[in-house]
């Protein structure tokens, strides 16, 4: 396959590189501009949600850094991100969380005619999902979903799902397999689809009321890592231990 290019120039899109990832020097109201403008023309492409996790994982994984760095744009998810890239000069940089910006489109889909296509979770979660979006932002499109198997994929059942998808004619691809699953699954399916696709992690859960989002005060102080390691402290301790650790030795000591 041929090298997809990128419908909107990348150069145009301000960045600042931490640990070498390239973190679009953006806010909400940024990307939901772009996004609008835009969405005709970047289907087939591809949103990475950083945060200190992914983006430690990239400075140590040259092929996942080259996912983020290809993507159509990596958004800042992690709190310390921003921080970091108002350090470092980025002047309009703000904590914009793959959550809060599937929220913030959920409710001008039916104003905007948007089309929803969710890849990913379980059935029982993409089944409550659909369930609790529908209820709460009315008049919205969804258009099909998808849990693949916990297994790697058959070349004719990957083709199977992405005739499926295709035939579904999404705006949005949101795509919660969790990093760095997820980020892999786009950049292998870059071109291939007719939506937008978004690597949303943890967003399929939160919408369809698997665990909380933090209380305002600890997202506005960087502390939700916190939150959700009190809701999942087995998964998450060694994960948030190592990598936040390597996180402020790298970028914050060393100025990586």
Not at 74 to 91: E, F, K, N
Not at 128 to 148: F, W
Not at 187 to 213: E, K, P, T
């Amino acid at each position: 396959m041929e090298k997809f290019q990128h419908a909107v120039d990348r150069s145009a899109i301000p960045t600042v590189t931490i640990l070498g990832v390239e973190i679009a020097d953006i806010n909400m109201q940024w990307l939901l501009r772009f996004t609008d403008e835009n969405l005709k023309i970047i289907g087939g492409d591809y949103i990475c949600v950083a945060n200190v996790h992914t983006t430690v994982r990239s400075s140590e994984d040259e092929n996942y850094r080259t996912i983020q760095n290809n993507s159509l744009l990596t958004i800042p998810d992690g709190g310390p991100l921003s921080t970091v890239g108002r350090r470092r000069g980025a002047t309009q940089i703000a904590r914009t969380t793959g959550p809060d910006f599937m929220g913030e489109i959920f409710k001008i889909s039916a104003e905007k005619g948007y089309r929803h296509y969710f890849y990913g979770s379980t059935p029982e979660t993409l089944e409550k999902l659909v369930i609790n979006i529908k209820k709460n932002y009315p008049g919205i499109t969804v258009v099909g979903s998808c849990s693949p198997p916990f297994r790697e994929l058959s070349e004719e059942e990957d083709n199977k799902i992405i005739e499926g998808i295709c035939n579904t004619a999404p705006d949005f691809i949101w795509v919660g397999l969790g990093a760095p699953k997820q980020e892999r699954w786009m950049a292998a399916h870059q071109g291939r689809v007719n939506g937008l696709m978004v690597g949303v992690g943890a967003g399929f859960d939160y919408f369809a009321g698997n665990i909380s989002r933090a209380p305002a005060f600890m997202q506005n102080h960087n502390l939700e890592w916190l939150y959700r390691l009190i809701q999942e402290p087995k998964r998450l301790f060694r994960r948030y231990l190592v990598t936040n650790s390597k996180f402020i030795w790298k970028a914050i000591i060393r100025g990586k």
